[in-house]
């Protein structure tokens, strides 16, 4: 069978000898603008809002350049969706809708091994997943066998169930699992390798180019990396991380390590950049702090459903100054 040429080139390629690296949360912003300003009609509030986005970070207009010469791409295949159709499924909550767009997407960017290696850059597995989570979002998941699930903020995952195996792919963000007594053996799967639970209860947590953290309750599981034939036991009050090559020794887990799933997020003496950087997985925009107040330490019990009132009982605590670009970007300096 032969493919146009035109769909054979690589896709969301670097530009040039730009080899720069840019995170999976980014190039969704990137796809998510793509899509909106392809629509017949968009607002000049819009347009300012993706300029604004554009000047925020230089990689912005890395990942936006590299976007338009996937969407150019795209364009060269036979099987388009309208872009107000594209847009519309995307941006909605059916994720029924998204998964049958992207995979029209899909079948164009899968043509060749050049697009094979495009569909692992960019964020339609996450987008087709079964089950997804909103940045500040929580939800528990009830799957056929009984096992129960609890997903945290911004993340997304398969379920694929057979004769022989129950398999949980985890693309990315973090998840309690509480198993249910089966038959067949239940694999919790990553980028970096397989965690297998025996009669148990605990968390994985999973982000890009990172490793992945394992936490458990209750029980014990396997820790498995994909390219190493060691694998490790996880015992109850333990966690550990592993990559696609070594898992690292176990450590005794805290309160605060499982805080997150009762809406928490307990800190204790630590520096309010590292604070910020993991309560900016549960705020719709963007948190940072200034390097002026970065080494400030702090402690305590913060809810992440209200962000805001977090930043005030922060401002009350600490000498801190707030500036807002707008009410989703959000800059902490040191008075």
Same mark, same amino acid.
């Given at each position: 069978?032969?493919?146009?040429?035109?769909? %054979? /080139?690589? =896709?969301?390629?670097?530009?040039?000898?730009?080899?720069?690296?840019? $995170? #999976?949360? @980014?190039?969704? *912003? &990137?796809?998510?603008?793509?899509?909106?300003?392809?629509?017949?009609?968009?607002?000049?509030?819009?347009?300012?809002?993706?300029?604004?986005?554009?000047?925020?970070?230089?990689?912005?207009?890395?990942?936006?350049?590299? %976007? /338009?010469? =996937?969407?150019?791409?795209?364009?060269?295949?036979?099987?388009?969706? $309208? #872009?107000? @159709?594209?847009? *519309? &499924?995307?941006?909605?909550?059916?994720?029924?809708?998204?998964?049958?767009?992207?995979?029209?997407?899909?079948?164009?960017?899968?043509?060749?091994?050049?697009?094979?290696?495009?569909?692992?850059?960019?964020?339609?597995?996450?987008?087709?997943?079964?089950?997804?989570?909103?940045?500040?979002?929580?939800?528990?998941?009830?799957?056929?066998?009984?096992? &129960?699930?609890?997903?945290?903020?911004?993340?997304?995952?398969?379920?694929?169930?057979?004769?022989?195996?129950?398999?949980?792919?985890?693309?990315?963000?973090?998840?309690?699992?509480?198993?249910?007594?089966?038959?067949?053996?239940?694999?919790?799967?990553?980028?970096?390798?397989?965690?297998?639970?025996?009669?148990?209860?605990?968390?994985?947590?999973?982000?890009?180019?990172?490793?992945?953290?394992?936490?458990?309750?209750?029980?014990?599981?396997?820790?498995?990396?994909?390219?190493?034939?060691?694998?490790?036991?996880?015992?109850?009050?333990?966690?550990?991380?592993?990559?696609?090559?070594?898992?690292?020794?176990?450590?005794?887990?805290?309160?605060?390590?499982?805080?997150?799933?009762?809406?928490?997020?307990?800190?204790?003496?630590?520096?309010?950049?590292?604070?910020?950087?993991?309560?900016?997985?549960?705020?719709?925009?963007?948190?940072?702090?200034?390097?002026?107040?970065?080494?400030?330490?702090?402690?305590?019990?913060?809810?992440?459903?209200?962000?805001?009132?977090?930043?005030?009982?922060?401002?009350?605590?600490?000498?801190?100054?707030?500036?807002?670009?707008?009410?989703?970007?959000?800059?902490?300096?040191?008075?």
């Amino acid at each position: 069978m032969q493919t146009d040429h035109n769909i %054979m /080139q690589p =896709l969301f390629t670097p530009l040039h000898t730009d080899t720069t690296a840019i $995170s #999976a949360d @980014i190039i969704e *912003q &990137a796809a998510t603008w793509m899509v909106r300003l392809q629509a017949s009609e968009y607002s000049e509030n819009e347009q300012h809002q993706h300029g604004e986005w554009l000047s925020a970070n230089s990689l912005h207009l890395i990942a936006w350049q590299r %976007m /338009q010469g =996937l969407a150019q791409d795209i364009q060269a295949g036979p099987h388009l969706t $309208s #872009a107000p @159709i594209a847009r *519309q &499924a995307l941006l909605s909550t059916d994720g029924k809708q998204r998964r049958m767009v992207l995979k029209s997407i899909a079948g164009i960017s899968m043509a060749g091994t050049s697009g094979l290696l495009a569909w692992h850059q960019l964020p339609w597995s996450s987008w087709m997943a079964d089950h997804r989570t909103a940045t500040g979002e929580q939800r528990q998941i009830m799957l056929a066998d009984g096992t &129960a699930l609890m997903m945290n903020t911004d993340s997304a995952l398969d379920v694929a169930f057979s004769e022989q195996e129950r398999r949980i792919t985890l693309h990315h963000g973090e998840i309690l699992v509480t198993t249910a007594k089966d038959q067949r053996p239940l694999k919790i799967v990553t980028s970096n390798g397989t965690i297998a639970p025996v009669g148990t209860r605990f968390t994985v947590r999973h982000e890009d180019i990172k490793p992945t953290r394992v936490m458990v309750t209750e029980g014990a599981v396997r820790l498995q990396p994909r390219n190493s034939s060691n694998s490790k036991i996880l015992d109850a009050g333990m966690q550990a991380v592993f990559t696609s090559q070594e898992s690292t020794l176990p450590t005794p887990l805290t309160n605060a390590d499982m805080a997150w799933t009762s809406g928490m997020l307990v800190v204790e003496r630590v520096k309010l950049s590292a604070f910020i950087e993991e309560l900016n997985r549960y705020h719709r925009g963007k948190l940072s702090c200034a390097d002026d107040a970065a080494n400030l330490l702090m402690s305590g019990a913060y809810a992440v459903q209200d962000i805001q009132a977090v930043i005030t009982l922060l401002q009350e605590t600490l000498p801190l100054r707030t500036h807002y670009v707008t009410r989703y970007w959000i800059t902490l300096h040191h008075l």
